[in-house]
C-alpha cells in the first residue's frame, strides 16, 4: 500500500501547503499509528513537496531526490509507532529528509570511487556507475551559470553547513526550528550559517542572504 501510494503522489510534487498548527499534525501522527491509510494519504500530501525540495537542494538530481523522498515517508511508515513527539512532526521529517539525502550522496561518492578505481584496473565498469542528472529546477532561470556555481559550492560545504543552509534558504526554515532538526542550540546555528557564508562568498560575486 505504501509503495503505491507514494508512486502517485511524490512523483509529482505539489505547491506547499499551508503548515498546519501542532494539534493538526499531533491528530495526524495520531491516525498513523492506528494504521489509517488515510492518514498516510494526508502526510504524503502535506509534506511531500517540503521533503522533496529539501532533497533536491542537497542532491541536485529530480530522480535521485524523487528516490529517497519516498524512502523517508516509507522510513515513516514504517516507525511512527516508534515515534514519541519528542519534537515536532515536522522535525522529524527534515531530520530524516537531510539524513537520507547526506547518506545517499556519500553512497553515491562511495560508488563513483569504486568506478573510478575500477577504471584504473582495467575493468569493464560501465554498469557501475552512471553520471548523476545534476539539473535542478531553477537552472533556467536567469543566471544559471551563477546558480550551478552556487550549487557546486554549498556541496562543498560541510554536511552540518550544508544542511543548516538549506534549511534556511531552501525551506524557510525559523533558526529555532533548524536547531530542532540538527538536535543544536540557536546560536550552533547562528554559527553554522556564519561560516557557510563565509565560504560561499570567498567563491561567489553576488552577496548572500543574511536572513
Known amino acids: 500500500m505504501v509503495h503505491t501510494l507514494l508512486l502517485s503522489v511524490v512523483s509529482e510534487p505539489l505547491a506547499d501547503a499551508p503548515r498546519p498548527a501542532a494539534s493538526a499534525d499531533a491528530e495526524l501522527v495520531a491516525q498513523l499509528q492506528q494504521g489509517r491509510e488515510q492518514a498516510f ?15 533536491l537542494a542537497l542532491l541536485h538530481s529530480r530522480e535521485e531526490a524523487e528516490d529517497v523522498a519516498q524512502e ?5 511508515y514504517q516507525t511512527v509507532g516508534r515515534f514519541r513527539g519528542d519534537a515536532a512532526l515536522s522535525t522529524w521529517l527534515y531530520r530524516l529528509a537531510t539524513s537520507r539525502a547526506l547518506k545517499h550522496r556519500r553512497w553515491a561518492r562511495a560508488k563513483k570511487r569504486f568506478a573510478s578505481f575500477t577504471s584504473l584496473l582495467g575493468f569493464d565498469n560501465h554498469v557501475l556507475h552512471d553520471p548523476p ?10 543566471g544559471q551559470q551563477q546558480l550551478r556555481l552556487l550549487l557546486e559550492q554549498v556541496a562543498r560545504l560541510p554536511d552540518q553547513q550544508q544542511v543548516a543552509f538549506t534549511l534556511r534558504h531552501e525551506q ?6 533548524i536547531a ?7 546560536p550552533a546555528v547562528e554559527s553554522l550559517l556564519f561560516r557557510a557564508r563565509q565560504t560561499l562568498r570567498k567563491h561567489l560575486q553576488a552577496p548572500l542572504p543574511h536572513a
Do not use: G, K
Open 133 to 142: 542528472d545534476h539539473a535542478h529546477p531553477q537552472a533556467q532561470l536567469e
Open 180 to 186: 530542532a532538526v540538527l538536535n543544536t542550540t540557536v
Open 172 to 177: 524557510e526554515l525559523s533558526y529555532e526550528e
Open 72 to 76: 523517508v515517508f516509507v522510513e515513516v
Open 41 to 55: 494519504r494526508t502526510l504524503v500530501e502535506r509534506y511531500q513537496n517540503r521533503v522533496y525540495r529539501t532533497v
